[in-house]
């Protein structure tokens, strides 16, 4: 298994420009998030999805979309950069994120994004 | 705002010391997960403890979970330079999230 999988591993982008960062996982997990983490700090949720065609918004979600058409797959999108956004983000996994029956996250090894 | 919030910020300690970390949390919770976050690196998951329960271990690791207190701790016994890393608590609320702390350094010196 390859476990989770992000691409690119580094980015940067003018402000303005919009990109899709790729995630994958192949472990037939149906919850999948993306995080993002700025110096000093812990991780901060984007978007999160609890199985394919089902997404919602988590902590700072303004300036992202996510879709998810399968399971495997959840790519994050940044639809016009701004320096703010400039930060690591982490796409991660897990079998299931549901109250009371919750389980190990897989974080992939993240995309490093610079806006400048 | 910062759920699970992590203390000391940075802890420095020698070889074979112990090292415990603290985490707060302000609301009620299902379970609470541990996180270790090597430089430049993805985090890798430690344990989980769910709300009705105290303690748990694994290796090294010992994790407590003090509802009264909304506080756990997790101690690493031992310590060794390859246990350098950020360490953070992450809390599942509702709503399927994982709510993390800032996250505590820690530095085991050889």
């Known amino acids: 298994n390859a476990g989770v999988t992000q691409t690119p591993k580094f980015q940067v982008l003018k402000t303005g420009q919009s990109m899709t960062l790729q995630c994958a996982q192949d472990?037939?997990?149906?919850?999948m998030s993306w995080y993002r983490q700025d110096p000093g700090m812990g991780l901060r949720l984007i978007h999160y999805?609890?199985?394919?065609?089902?997404?919602d918004q988590g902590e700072v979600p303004n300036g992202y979309n996510v879709s998810r058409s399968t399971t495997e797959d959840f790519p994050l999108r940044l639809l016009s950069a701004a320096p703010s956004q400039t930060s690591v983000y982490f796409c991660?996994?897990?079998?299931?994120?549901?109250?009371?029956?919750?389980?190990?996250?897989?974080f992939g090894p993240g995309t490093r994004l610079t806006v400048t | 705002s910062q759920q699970g919030e992590e203390d000391p910020q940075a802890l420095s300690i020698q070889e074979g010391e112990n090292a415990t970390m603290n985490c707060s949390y302000k609301?009620?919770?299902?379970?609470l997960q541990w996180y270790r976050q090597n430089s430049g690196r993805g985090l890798v998951h430690l344990i989980l403890?769910?709300?009705?329960?105290r303690e748990k271990h694994s290796g090294r690791l010992r994790v407590t979970l003090d509802t009264s207190k909304k506080s756990s701790s997790l101690l690493i016994t031992a310590s060794r330079a390859a246990d350098t890393a950020s360490y953070f608590c992450?809390?599942?609320?509702?709503?399927?999230?994982?709510?993390f702390g800032e996250g505590t350094q820690l530095t085991v010196n050889p």
């Open positions: 991660a996994s897990s079998y299931s994120m549901s109250s009371g029956s919750s389980y190990e996250q897989y």
């Open positions: 472990m037939n997990h149906e919850y």
């Open positions: 999805s609890v199985g394919a065609g089902i997404t």
């Open positions: 609301t009620s919770i299902n379970n």
């Open positions: 403890i769910r709300s009705n329960e």
């Open positions: 992450a809390k599942e609320t509702s709503g399927s999230r994982l709510t």
